[in-house]
């Protein structure tokens, strides 16, 4: 319900904290660190009002010590599922019911929280259940999450103050945006923080209710932002957190009649069978349902010949191994001007000489631990056969270990082949395949870039030559969805670069803008006559005088 309207806050990006040796924060941070590590917490499902637990328990380990045990949590089945419908929908009324003012100042209050009372509480726990490091947290479970629930705020005070240009004397017309009629189904990842949060808290925001199941490798961080939404005011059942099987999941979800829309960050083969299964299931919905998925990336770095070699160079070891490559818009692939490549080799190869790799309490590692087994079986079969191919060569890495955790040493490949396998597939981890190519051939290159992937997520060049990146911009236009010139192609921030890409990368339809959330409500137009007609005919309808 729309009641009147109020200025809000205007929103700032969050402060980000460098931590550095003897500063306060970190002195913080280690001890939010140390006394997380010292428990083994018994996490519940939040279903309505009540903490639910089960007999199933599943255990949560941290990806670069994978023997410690930092908690387990009570694992659901479809009667959850089913469970967390039935108390999103009776939570529904009063939730959409509830003047816009007070839902922003819930999600406000949260923001608050985590800058404060639960900053070194969620980074610390980000840093133990998905293996970040003390800074790729910062800018991930504090800063960008914090960003997304106060730049959303604003956004919503905007979409409602859009209202239609003109009322004609003796009219009103006007607009007001209703949530969607039933349930939001949540879908997130395990490499942000922030986007966990935000996927419930966007639809939340705007009057809807939400079933969210996060990735198992998300739980630990995922629990303490409930506790902060709960904390915040957030009524019981407006969001409900379920941790369950995805396929059992499904088929509870997406054959409920209710069943509204899905915010859903992963990858492209669930998102398109998710998508298959509602378009089979399309009949049995009251609504069309609202599908909006950001599914990856296989981004690219281009270096001109005329690049500067030291910003191009930091910005590929940036953008290709912080967080160890895990994140959608990590440099995959990269294609440097043969004039500039032995620079840039010796600029690279220095830089990684010093990347340190162990645990993330450890301050002095860059590099910590993958996800999860699977995906460092997945990586090291790549490495594997790169060694074994006389058409690659690995320059630097290849080496990878998970007796105490899963690290994988940062690996570069030079590849003749510009087709070759790791530059054509999303691999999602620290590995990184570079192309040389001639300086003449950098218009087959632009066309090389834009037919080599399926993905269109992020992408950047390097160059001083004005024109070459007017035409790489051009040429690449449908290649990325977020592009940079002469920087990283990783680190969007809320509120200055909306994120989302297109072709297999997903619907584009931009985490931290106005654009999102305008997914999340169907809008109803009115028009309101003060003195309506009180005679059927019109002026036409009168015979001519002769």
């Not at 990006?13 to 010292?38: D, M």
């Not at 999600?107 to 003390?134: C, E, H, P």
């Not at 999450?145 to 006007?174: C, E, H, K, T």
């Not at 090389?448 to 236009?477: C, M, P, V, W």
Request: charged content about 20%; glycine content about 6%; overall charge neutral.
């Amino acid at each position: 319900m729309q009641k009147g309207f109020f200025k809000v806050p205007k929103p700032v990006n969050e402060t980000v904290l460098n931590y550095a040796p003897g500063s306060a924060e970190r002195k913080l941070l280690k001890a939010a660190i140390a006394q997380a590590s010292q428990q083994v917490l018994d996490i519940p499902m939040y279903i309505g009002k009540n903490l639910v637990y089960t007999d199933t328990k599943r255990p949560i380990s941290p990806p670069h010590n994978h023997k410690h045990i930092l908690g387990y949590f009570s694992y659901g089945d479809k009667s959850h599922v089913n469970q967390s419908i039935q108390s999103a929908l009776e939570a529904k009324p009063n939730w959409e019911n509830m003047a816009w003012e007070h839902r922003a100042a819930i999600f406000l209050k949260a923001a608050d929280l985590f800058a404060t009372k639960y900053r070194y509480q969620i980074n610390a726990a980000t840093m133990l259940g998905q293996s970040k490091n003390a800074y790729q947290a910062e800018i991930d479970a504090a800063c960008e999450l914090i960003d997304f629930l106060r730049f959303n705020v604003s956004y919503m005070a905007d979409i409602y103050s859009q209202q239609p240009p003109i009322s004609p004397a003796g009219f009103w017309n006007r607009t007001e945006q209703r949530p969607l009629e039933g349930f939001i189904f949540a879908l997130t990842p395990f490499n942000f923080t922030a986007i966990a949060a935000n996927l419930p808290a966007s639809c939340a925001l705007m009057g809807n209710v939400v079933v969210w199941k996060p990735a198992e490798t998300q739980i630990y961080a995922a629990n303490i932002i409930m506790q902060v939404f709960k904390e915040a005011g957030l009524p019981h059942g407006v969001i409900n957190l379920i941790y369950v099987d995805g396929p059992e999941a499904g088929e509870v979800i997406f054959n409920d009649p209710n069943f509204a829309g899905i915010h859903f960050t992963g990858s492209t083969a669930v998102f398109q069978n998710i998508w298959k299964i509602i378009g089979n299931n399309i009949h049995k919905y009251k609504s069309y349902p609202r599908i909006v998925g950001e599914t990856g990336g296989k981004d690219f770095i281009l270096v001109h010949s005329s690049a500067d070699c030291v910003a191009a160079a930091v910005g590929i070891v940036r953008g290709a191994f912080e967080y160890q490559g895990q994140k959608c818009s990590a440099a995959s692939r990269v294609y440097i001007a043969q004039s500039v490549w032995p620079t840039i080799k010796t600029l690279i190869l220095n830089y990684l000489a010093d990347f340190k790799m162990g645990p993330p309490d450890d301050f002095s590692n860059f590099i910590n631990a993958v996800i999860d087994e699977k995906s460092f079986d997945k990586l090291t079969n790549y490495i594997d056969a790169a060694k074994t191919d006389t058409s690659v060569e690995i320059i630097t890495g290849g080496n990878y270990n998970k007796t105490v955790g899963y690290f994988i040493q940062p690996t570069i490949i030079v590849a003749q082949n510009p087709k070759y396998i790791t530059l054509c597939e999303e691999l999602f981890g620290p590995i990184l395949t570079i192309y040389i190519y001639d300086d003449a051939d950098f218009d087959n290159t632009l066309t090389l870039i834009d037919t080599t992937s399926n993905y269109a997520l992020t992408g950047a060049i390097f160059a001083q030559d004005r024109s070459a990146i007017e035409k790489t911009a051009y040429i690449l236009r449908n290649a990325a969805g977020n592009f940079y010139i002469n920087d990283k192609c990783t680190g969007a921030v809320v509120g200055q670069q909306p994120f989302g890409g297109a072709r297999a990368s997903g619907t584009n339809d931009k985490a931290g803008a106005m654009i999102n959330l305008l997914r999340w409500v169907s809008p109803r137009t009115i028009k309101e006559t003060f003195n309506p007609p009180v005679n059927w005919d019109y002026p036409f309808l009168g015979n001519e005088k002769e």
